[in-house]
Structure formats: structure tokens, C-alpha cells
């Protein structure tokens, strides 16, 4: 359902990997358009902590090399967002999470 929602609030958005057995909390995103880290400082100034890539990528340079691995481009990688939820997040968590990156895309649309 959190996916749909998303799908939903960003047109055009993928989530890498959709069709294949998955990790049932994480979820990798490609918003259509705007780098990675403005998303991530645009949810971050709505309250909600989002990554772009896993723990053990942090401070890498260049494009993940598992997604290029995936066949993902490295303009494409450069969007992605890796969301991860936790034993404690509840539905309501992540509608509104899915109602900020709504909020999140019409900002960075208006700021581009």
C-alpha cells in the first residue's frame, strides 16, 4: 500500500526492484525528476529522514554501484531514495510521509 501511495503522490515515480521478493520494510524510490539530496533536505525539513543509499555507502562518491549492477543509469541513480521503515512505524507514518513527498514534489517543482 505504501508504495501505491507513493506512485501516487509522485507521477511518474519507480520503485526499483518492484517486481522481485523485497526486504518488507525498505524501499528504493526514483522520482522522475530532482536530485536525491534535495529530496532528502526538502523531507527533512517536513520531519521525515530518508536516505540515498544504504548505511554502508555512506560518504561513497558517484552513482551506487549495486544499482548500476541493476542496470540503473547513473543520472537515474542519482535520484534514487532508499525509505526504510521500522518495527515501530504505523500506517499513519507512512501516509504522512507519502503526503510530505506530495508536498515535497510541488516545492522542488516551484523551486526549479
Not at 7 to 31: D, E, F, H, S, Y
Request: hydrophobic share 45%; proline share 5%; charged share 20%.
Amino acid at each position: 500500500q505504501f508504495e501505491s501511495m507513493l506512485l501516487t503522490a509522485i507521477p511518474g515515480a519507480k520503485i526499483i526492484g518492484a517486481p522481485a521478493q523485497r526486504l518488507w520494510n525498505t524501499v528504493m524510490l526514483l522520482p522522475p525528476r530532482h536530485a536525491n539530496t534535495r529530496w532528502v533536505a526538502a523531507l527533512d525539513k517536513r520531519g521525515f529522514q530518508i536516505s540515498t543509499g544504504s548505511a554502508c555507502a555512506t560518504g561513497r562518491d558517484g552513482p551506487s554501484h549495486v544499482l548500476a549492477a541493476m542496470g540503473i543509469s547513473a543520472d537515474d541513480a542519482r535520484r534514487a531514495l532508499r525509505l526504510s521503515a521500522g518495527w515501530e512505524t504505523m500506517p499513519a507514518d507512512l501516509h504522512a510521509l507519502a503526503a510530505a513527498f506530495a508536498d515535497a514534489l510541488k516545492y522542488l517543482d516551484s523551486e526549479s
